[in-house]
């Protein structure tokens, strides 16, 4: 039996800068780590910052990041 090891990935919202909203975008790595930037997985650079709990639920997912982590697992 062989086992496949998943890159691991993380979720975090993002807000649209000076926009009203945002989205939850994919990450490469176990967890954010408090860095300022970063490039999700659909290749977008966004800035990063705490969200609320209200971002958790509101902002929808960003469906590049989603289909290219279903394409690769």
Do not use: Y
């Not at 989205?23 to 997985?41: C, E, K, S, Y």
């Amino acid at each position: 039996m062989t086992s496949t090891r998943t890159a691991r990935h993380f979720w975090l919202p993002v807000a649209n800068g000076n926009q009203r909203g945002g989205v939850r975008h994919a990450f490469r790595g176990g967890r954010w780590d408090g860095q300022p930037a970063d490039v999700a997985v659909c290749g977008e650079h966004v800035a990063l910052a705490h969200p609320s709990e209200l971002d958790w639920i509101s902002f929808p997912t960003c469906g590049t990041c989603s289909e290219t982590l279903k394409g690769e697992a």
